[in-house]
């Protein structure tokens, strides 16, 4: 089974500054998709940004992008230009492409961006 | 308008009781998942149901129980044997096949259980 794990419970980030959230997986399988969903404080998911293990290129979604690096099984966010509004709970996740549809989440990191 | 609905918003049941918490979707998901949030940890996962008619455990299944009659609906069981049910559960769909499995992950509004 797979486990996603994020090392940062915490953290924090001054307004405009460059924030770097980690992630860590462990699998078996060779195909699957990676993501990182947000929750703000109304606790709604959303999709920020995800990543197909067959990509070598790393994802990029406007001031969001990852740092994917599949031997070290590591999957990093990085946030430019923080705002206000990206203060929430980020978690990371995985899905195998082929072998069962488990969705599995890493435990979060909660983000605070300072004014 | 489609999406995944959650009901209700906030529920409270005292000890020994059962309840059941609804999760319905019209976005033709095969996939439906629980999960379970408490303060400080991530998203817990209960149960999972990638087909109808079938569901399988997830990494904290002891003390509740799903049914997935039809594809729109997945409803999560608290039972009694539940120790410490007071949390945030969440219900998500998805499509589960093959390279579509990429796509997003709908979730609901959460139902905020509390033991009383």
């Known amino acids: 089974a797979q486990t996603v794990t994020q090392s940062q419970p915490e953290m924090s980030v001054q307004e405009a500054e460059t924030v770097t959230l980690s992630c860590t997986y462990d699998t078996s399988e060779n195909n699957y998709y990676l993501f990182w969903y947000k929750q703000p404080p109304s606790r709604q998911m959303i999709l920020v940004i995800r990543q197909e293990a067959y990509k070598q290129q790393n994802a990029t979604e406007n001031r969001f992008s990852v740092n994917f690096q599949k031997a070290a099984k590591s999957f990093s966010l990085k946030i430019s230009d923080s705002q206000l509004g990206d203060t929430a709970m980020y978690f990371c996740a995985f899905i195998a492409l082929f072998s069962g549809s488990r969705l599995t989440f890493g435990e979060g990191t909660q983000l605070t961006v300072n004014p | 308008d489609g999406g995944i609905t959650q009901s209700p918003k906030y529920l409270f049941r005292k000890e020994g009781q059962n309840v059941t918490l609804s999760c319905e979707q019209n976005?033709?998901?095969?996939?439906m998942y629980w999960y379970r949030q408490d303060p400080g940890q991530g998203l817990r996962l209960i149960y999972y149901?990638?087909?109808?008619?079938?569901?399988q455990k997830g990494d904290i299944a002891e003390g509740y129980s799903v049914s997935r009659e039809k594809k729109e609906s997945f409803p999560l069981t608290v039972t009694s044997a539940q120790k410490n049910p007071t949390a945030f559960y969440l219900c998500?769909?998805?499509?589960?096949?093959?390279?579509?499995?990429?796509?997003?992950?709908?979730f609901g509004q959460g139902t905020r259980l509390t033991v009383v």
């Open positions: 149901s990638q087909i109808v008619n079938d569901f």
């Open positions: 976005l033709n998901h095969d996939a």
């Open positions: 998500a769909s998805s499509i589960s096949t093959g390279f579509l499995r990429g796509t997003e992950a709908f």
